[in-house]
């Protein structure tokens, strides 16, 4: 589905879609090449086919400014640790 530049292809996730095809799940940000996904056109796709959308914004929160609601974000993932909460508890 990604380009040669880590790019996810609409067109080619379009084509993944299937019937019951019910979450799609893209990261933001790939923290070894450093793409961003266009996450609002990937928002949309999946909007318009009553599928629920899942960003996993791990790498990219806290370093980019987004709003989820304008997005179209359903779902989001983050790591505690990232935004300086434990690596781990405990007991």
Known sequence: ???SDGIIVLEDLVDEFLKNTFLVSIMAANNEIGVLQPLENIALLCKERGISFHCDAAQAFGNL???????????LTISGHK????KW???
Request: glycine share 10%; proline share 10%.
């Open 1 to 3: 589905m990604p380009n």
């Open 65 to 75: 400014a987004f709003d989820i609601d304008k997005i179209g974000i359903d779902l």
């Open 83 to 86: 935004i300086y909460g434990p």
């Open 89 to 91: 508890l405990t007991m």
